[in-house]
């Protein structure tokens, strides 16, 4: 059975530090990947997603970006982070055209 | 006019009614819908999918879609307090973007 991994839990980082969120996805080949944040009381925003190694789509321009170094593996970073970058952060994995599923997130409090 | 549309505000219901969520999408190329389930501070977790038009039926609950109309719709019937949660609506469109809705709020009231 597929799974999908995301770490950390929760995090709490300065204005102006670097971010690194990583998901992993068992027991699949070749799945789409999604990276959303969530505001408080919000609905998802999509940032990114990617349908192979190094095919990065951005959905909102801003400071983060995102990495697939391998078949299931995304990344998503920032050099510098804002106070408007905390939120709910969560990888999605899915085949093409199927149903999605995702991590346990990330919540993300920048002070 | 939003990718995916989620209007109504929280909804009570009490304990046994029937819950109906409504979302609206604007892309008439969109081929696949989700409902998503969402308790506080978890991740959403999928409940129902559906690709045709028609009804499809899962336990206790059924999702509606017309495309037609660009309409999809959940009711969760036999409501219980174990439903309260927020409910998202997806979109996958032809480019496998995976759009949401808001999210609608159910609270079931014992």
């Known amino acids: 059975s597929q799974t999908i991994h995301q770490w950390p839990a929760t995090l709490v980082q300065p204005v102006g530090s670097p971010l690194s969120l990583e998901c992993t996805v068992e027991?699949?080949?070749?799945?789409?990947l999604y990276w959303y944040r969530q505001a408080a009381g919000r609905g998802l925003q999509l940032l990114f997603y990617?349908?192979?190694?190094?095919?990065i789509s951005s959905e909102v321009p801003q400071n983060l970006s995102a990495s697939r170094p391998q078949d299931r593996q995304f990344i998503l970073s920032s050099k510098k982070l804002l106070l408007s970058d905390s939120g709910f952060y969560l990888c999605a994995w899915s085949l093409k055209g199927g149903e999605a599923f995702f991590g346990q997130g990330t919540r993300l409090t920048v002070v | 006019q939003k990718e995916v549309e989620q209007n109504s505000g929280p909804l009570s219901v009490p304990e046994g009614a029937i819950a109906s969520l409504n979302c609206t999408y604007s892309?008439?190329?969109?081929?696949?819908f989700f409902w998503y389930r969402q308790y506080s501070g978890k991740s959403p977790e999928l409940i129902m999918s559906i690709y045709s038009n028609g009804d499809k039926e899962d336990g206790r609950f059924t999702a509606q879609l017309n495309k037609a109309s660009q309409y999809v719709s959940l009711l969760i019937r036999d409501s219980q307090p174990s439903d309260s949660a927020t409910y998202l609506c997806?979109?996958?469109?032809?480019?496998?973007?995976?759009?949401f809705g808001k999210g609608n709020q159910v609270v079931v009231i014992p």
């Open positions: 997806a979109v996958r469109k032809g480019n496998n973007r995976l759009a």
């Open positions: 027991g699949t080949s070749n799945p789409n």
């Open positions: 892309d008439r190329v969109s081929q696949s």
């Open positions: 990617s349908v192979g190694i190094g095919q």
